[in-house]
C-alpha cells in the first residue's frame, strides 16, 4: 500500500517549517549592584535669571566611536522605501498625520546649536521641556511655554545635558548634569511628585548621583532615560582614566520618599565582552512590562543587547550588517559640514509587544554615499535578528534618530535632516499601518534650517547630539511628543531652535472640549481588504480599505464591521475571510478574542475610552475544481467537448478520424493537419434553424447506435443525425446524449445569412459523401464558420474544421443509448481513443468539490454487473496508459505518481460511493490529485477489468 494522503499532509508539514533560530540566553544571568542615596533639598523656585549666553562646545571625549568591524555572517539588509515631504501627502481625513501641537520652545537660559532637546507631558496639559542650556514648562498642552532657568533653579553648577521624563505614576524626573569645576560631573535626579507639579515648577527634592556611587571614579555624561513597569532607569557613559558605563533603575515609589533604593550594573570592559563599556540606549516603550531591553554596538558588524528582567541581566550578540561609523560629512549650502557632531552611538530605541529595535546613524558606506540611519529590529521572543533597515536619501543625510511606540506598536520618529541643498532641519515619520518598513514612509520637514552652526576653534561646527520621542500620555496613548532642532536665521546657539511637536495620526487626535473619543483600529490579514463600516465616525469616515482609523465618542453603540467572504489581491492571489479577532487598546493581558469562524459581520456593542482594533483575519484560497478526463473502458457510446468564452473552440485547423473499432464503437484519432475538399457545388439552401432529414448517402455504411443506413439527417445548426425529430438551436449535453448525432460545430447557425457562395451544402465524390457547412455565421452575427465531413465506403468518417468562430458550441459523437453523461473532454489533448457501441460505461464522478477539511467522497456509477470489487487510485498526476496489451483494449491507466488506493466491494449496477476525506490543512491548498477506477469484473474483456474515465481533483477552500 502506498502511504495514505493524511500521511502526505504530514511529511508536507514536515518540510515547509523553517527551522527556528536559538536563543543564546545565558545560564546565570548577571546581578545588579545596589546602592542608596539620601534626598537633597531643593529651594523654592525664585525668578528665573538669565544666564549669560554661550556658544557650547564640548570636548570629543562625547565621541566615543568604534573602529569599522570586518564584515560579519550575511544578514538581510533592506533599504525602506522613503518619500520627503515639507506636508504630509496623506490627505484622507483620519489617515493623514496631524500636528496637534507644533511649536517652538526657547525657554530660559541659553540655546545651543548642540541642542539636545527633551521633552514630556505628564499628563494632557502639564509638560517640561529641557535642552542642553534651557528648560521651560507647559500648563496647556504644550502651546506656550513659561522658561526655566537650569542653571540658577537648584543652585550652581550645572553644566549641560538634560533629560526629563514622566512615570504612569504621575511622577516626573528632570535629570541635569552638573559640573563642580575641578571635581567630577554629576546627575542630579530632581522629583516633581504630579503633573500639576512638574507645569508648576514645583519640585520636592533631588538625589545626587556621581560615579562614586557606583563604585567607580569618572565624569557621568551622555544620560538616557526611560520607563517600564515599577521602575525609572538610566544610563550613562562615566569618562575618566578610561571610558566606562552605568545602568541604574530607582522604583518610581522611593522617589516620593526621602532615600531611594538604586540597582545597577557597571562596565569597565570598553573592549568588548560582559556589559561591554559604549554608550547605553533604553527601549522607550507604552506597555506595562517588567523588563527593560538596551543595546551598544560592540563594533560596525555586531550589536550587544541586554535585557534587564526580574531575574537579572542576560546578555545576547547579534550579528549585523556592516555599516560605518567613519567620516560622518556632508557639507550644507555654504560649504559647512554640519555633521561634524555625529557619532556612532545609539540613540533610538523601542519596545513593543512582540518586537526590540534600535535606531542609530552610520556614515557612507557601500552603495549608500551619505550618512543615514540604521534600524536593527528582533524579535522579543528571543532576540534574534528580524532585519536591519536603512532609511536614506541620495541628495541628503539623515542622523539623531530618536524612536518610541505607542500602545498599538505603532512608532514615532524623530530625526535630522541637512546636507546637499539643505541647512540642518528637524523631521518626522510614522511607522504604522498606513506607512512601515515594508511598503515604505514618508520624512515629513517640520522645520526647515536656513543656516549652519558657527564654525568653532577647532574647526568643527556642532549641530545636535540626540533628539527624543515619548508616548504622550492622553487616554488613548496613540501619539507622540517629539523634540527636535533646526537652526535658523544665523549660525548661533541663539539661531538654535528647538521644537516641541505633539504629533501622530488623525483619527487619534487629542480629547477636544466635554468630549471623550475612543478611536477604532480597523486591520487585515493581509492588508488591503475593503470593510464596510456603520455608522460614520466623527471625522465622517465609514468603511475603507485595511488599515484605516476611525474615531467615536466614547459610549457609541452597536458599531457593525462587515468583511466580504473572499477578495484578491493586487496579485491576483484569492483570500478567504476566516474570522474577527478583536482587543481593547490597552487591555489587561494585551491578546486578541477570536471571534467565530466564517462570521463576517462584527458589532461594537459599546466603544470604550480605549482605542479598539479589529482584525479581520483571511487565509490564502483557492477554488475547489473537479473535472473529468479521458474515457471509460469498456468505453462510452459518447464522447463530446462543450466550448463557451471561458474555454474558447481551440480545434480550428484540426480535425479528428472516426474509424469503425470491431466492438461496434469508433477508434476516433486526432488529425493535426486536415484538408477541406474543394468541390464543393451542392447547396441545400437551408435556412435559419432547418433540418433536412433522410438525405441519401448513396452508400451503406454502418453507424454506432443506429446500425447501416444509407443517408442522414443535416441540421442548419452544425449536425449530422440518425432520426433527429427537428431542428435545434440550443446545443445542451441532455439532447446530445439522448439522440443519435455527430455534433460537427452544433451552435445557433444560419446559413441564410450567409455570404454570397456560403451555406450547407451536400457533395457526392467518387471516393466519399461530404456535407460542408461554408462560411455560415452564427444568429445575430457576421462570424464565419467552415467545417466540413466526409462519409466514406469503408465505414471512416473524417471530420475537418477549417474556420471556426463560435464562441459556444458542442462538439462529439452519441449513439443515443448512454444512460449517464460520460463527462466533457479536451479533444486536442489525445492523439486517439475509442468508443464503445452505446452501453453504459463505469463513470467515476466526485460527490462534492475537493474543499479542504471536508468529505469529497467518489462515486462509482454503472459498474459491470459482474464487479468482485474495485479500487479508486489516488495519485499526484496524469497519465495515458494503455492496457490493450494486456487484454483490455480501449482501456487506459490515468494516474501516475500514484499516493494510496480506496477500496470498494462489488457486484457493480448501482451507485458505489467511496469515503473520501480532505484534511483541513493549507499546505493542500492548489494540490491537484488524480483519481481512476478500476473493477474487477469477469467478462468485461480478456483481462476481465473495468476502468473509469479519470478524475482532476483540485483542493481548494473556496467552492
Known sequence: MKPSLLLLGALAGSVLLAPTAVAQTPQSPLQPFTGTVRATPVPPAGPDLAAPPRHMVESDHKRGGYVDAPIGPANALRSVPVELATLEPLGGAAEAKQDFVETAVIGSGSRSTVGEPSATMADASNGFYTGNHHAARTTDGGSNWTGVNPATRFGSGFCCDQRVITHPSGVSIWLLQYSNGSGPDTHKLAVAETPAALGSNTFARSFDFAATNFGITGDLDFPDVAVAGDFFYFASNVFGASFNAVVYRIRAADFLTGNVSFSFFRATNPGGGGLGGGSYRFTQTAIDTDTMYFAEHRNTSRIALFRWGPSGLSIFERDVPQWSASNYVDTCPDGVDWLSRADSRITGGYQTLEEVGFMWTSSAVGNITRPHVRVARFKKSDLSLIRVQTLNFGDTSLAYPAVAPNIAGHLGITLAMGGGTRFPSYCTAL????????????????????????????????FGDYFTVTTAPHSDRMTFIGTGLAQRGGSGGSNSEPRFQHWGRAAFQPNAGPLNFAGLIVKSE??????????????????????????????????????????????????????????????????????????RTFIISDIGSFSDICVADYEEASRANAERYGVACPPSGAFYELFDTGSPFDLANKGIILTPERSGGWQVAVDPSPFLDQRIANNLNLGDDVLAAGVSLGFAVNIPGAGSVSTVDVDSNGRLGWGLSSSDFSESVGEFLAENMLAVVWDDLNPSAAVAGGGVYFDQTPQYTMCTWLRVPEFNTSNENTVQVRFFRSGIIEVSWRDVASTDSLVGFSTGLSARDPGGMNLGAFASFITGPGQTEMILNSAALPILGQASNFQVFDAPASTQFGVVNLGLSAANLPLAAIGAPGCSGYV???????????????????????????????????????????????????????????LGNLP
Do not use: H
Not at 499601518?433 to 556642532?462: K, M, W, Y
Not at 493542500?924 to 482532476?952: C, D, H, I
Open 526 to 599: 493581509p492588508a488591503g481588504v475593503p470593510i464596510d463600516m456603520t455608522p460614520f465616525d466623527f471625522l465622517g469616515g465609514a468603511g475603507d480599505t485595511t488599515p484605516f482609523y476611525r474615531k467615536f465618542v466614547a459610549g457609541t453603540a452597536s458599531i457593525q464591521l462587515t468583511a466580504p467572504a473572499q477578495f484578491t489581491d493586487g496579485n491576483g492571489q484569492l483570500f478567504r475571510f476566516v474570522r474577527w479577532r478583536t482587543k481593547s487598546v490597552p487591555d489587561e493581558d494585551l491578546s486578541f478574542a477570536s471571534r467565530p469562524v466564517g462570521q
Open 431 to 462: 511607522v504604522d499601518d498606513i506607512q512601515n518598513f515594508q511598503r515604505g514612509l514618508t520624512i515629513t520637514i517640520e522645520r526647515s534650517g536656513d543656516d549652519t552652526p558657527a564654525v568653532a576653534a577647532d574647526g568643527e561646527a556642532r
Open 896 to 954: 501516475g505518481n500514484q499516493l494510496d488506493g480506496l477500496p470498494f466491494a462489488g457486484p457493480g449496477g448501482s451507485t458505489i460511493t467511496v469515503p473520501f476525506a480532505i484534511p483541513n490543512n493549507l499546505d493542500f491548498l492548489g494540490l491537484e490529485l488524480f483519481a481512476q477506477a478500476l473493477a474487477v469484473a469477469p467478462g468485461t474483456n480478456v483481462l476481465g477489468l473495468a476502468a473509469s474515465n479519470g478524475q482532476k481533483l483540485t
